[in-house]
């Protein structure tokens, strides 16, 4: 596609700006574009078969999201993680992801539930084998936004992603020394089928728990 194509909506799936979002999202929640690396839209639409419009479409709503930051004169990074963020973050999380999966234990339709079974099955099969961090990783990020989206609130849900990006970048700042990660992914698990079940306070009390397990297990790091 040639440069500076505009974005169109896709028949049946995402437009291109949501396509670029979603692998430039990834690439930076798991630093495989490094903390401080420039970010160069049309290195990144050459990488993507995709023009420079939807690729800038997607980096202006990641700099609102706070993964890169642009200056002028000098270009466009990707954010520093800051470790000292962390109780900010988590402050965040504490409130909000006890509250999400409460309400999606609450708000789950028939449809929810066979999919966040779907992801209970994926969950129950998901090796903790060397080599397989960020698949889990990435398994642990759609489990949260499936919670997110079954709240039925899409202001809720954006928050959440937005938070959660931020906390799986400092994840993954630490990954190569952390212990359990396979474990800390399992604790979904059991807040899913609360979920499923409809049980509104233990799914609460899950969320917190894995969240403040999180906090626990990245503080004993630092």
């Not at 930051?69 to 954010?79: D, H, L, N, Q």
């Given at each position: 596609?040639?440069?500076?194509?505009?974005?169109?909506?896709?028949?049946?799936?995402?437009?291109?700006?949501e396509?670029?979002?979603?692998?430039?999202?990834?690439?930076?929640?798991?630093?495989?574009?490094?903390?401080?690396?420039?970010?160069?839209?049309?290195?990144?639409?050459?990488?993507?078969?995709?023009?420079?419009?939807?690729?800038?479409e997607?980096?202006?709503?990641?700099?609102?999201?706070?993964?890169?930051?642009?200056?002028?004169?000098?270009?466009?990074?990707?954010?520093?993680?800051?470790?000292?963020?962390?109780?900010?973050?988590?402050?965040?999380?504490?409130?909000?992801e006890?509250?999400?999966?409460?309400?999606?234990?609450?708000?789950?339709?028939?449809?929810?539930?066979?999919?966040?079974?779907?992801?209970?099955?994926?969950?129950?099969?998901?090796?903790?084998?060397?080599?397989?961090?960020?698949?889990?990783?990435?398994?642990?990020?759609?489990?949260?936004?499936?919670?997110?989206?079954?709240?039925?609130?899409?202001?809720?849900e954006?928050?959440?992603?937005?938070?959660?990006?931020?906390?799986?970048?400092?994840?993954?700042?630490?990954?190569?020394?952390?212990?359990?990660?396979?474990?800390?992914?399992?604790?979904?698990?059991?807040?899913?089928?609360?979920?499923?079940?409809?049980?509104?306070?233990?799914?609460?009390a899950?969320?917190?728990?894995?969240?403040?397990?999180?906090?626990?297990?990245?503080?004993?790091?630092?």
């Amino acid at each position: 596609m040639a440069s500076g194509a505009v974005t169109q909506e896709q028949p049946h799936g995402p437009t291109l700006a949501e396509q670029a979002y979603r692998t430039i999202t990834d690439r930076l929640v798991t630093l495989r574009i490094r903390p401080g690396a420039p970010v160069h839209d049309g290195r990144l639409a050459e990488e993507l078969g995709l023009g420079r419009t939807p690729v800038r479409e997607a980096l202006k709503r990641l700099e609102t999201e706070r993964l890169i930051v642009s200056y002028p004169r000098r270009g466009t990074f990707a954010t520093e993680v800051q470790i000292a963020d962390l109780s900010h973050i988590s402050e965040v999380r504490q409130q909000l992801e006890p509250l999400a999966a409460s309400m999606a234990a609450r708000r789950a339709t028939a449809t929810d539930r066979e999919r966040l079974a779907a992801y209970l099955t994926r969950l129950e099969s998901a090796s903790g084998e060397p080599g397989a961090e960020t698949e889990l990783l990435r398994l642990d990020m759609a489990v949260h936004r499936a919670v997110y989206a079954v709240t039925h609130n899409p202001y809720l849900e954006a928050t959440l992603i937005g938070y959660d990006n931020l906390a799986t970048r400092i994840w993954c700042l630490f990954i190569d020394r952390l212990e359990g990660l396979d474990q800390h992914v399992h604790e979904h698990e059991q807040m899913l089928q609360a979920v499923i079940e409809g049980d509104a306070a233990k799914a609460s009390a899950l969320a917190a728990e894995h969240v403040d397990n999180f906090e626990r297990a990245i503080r004993a790091l630092i």
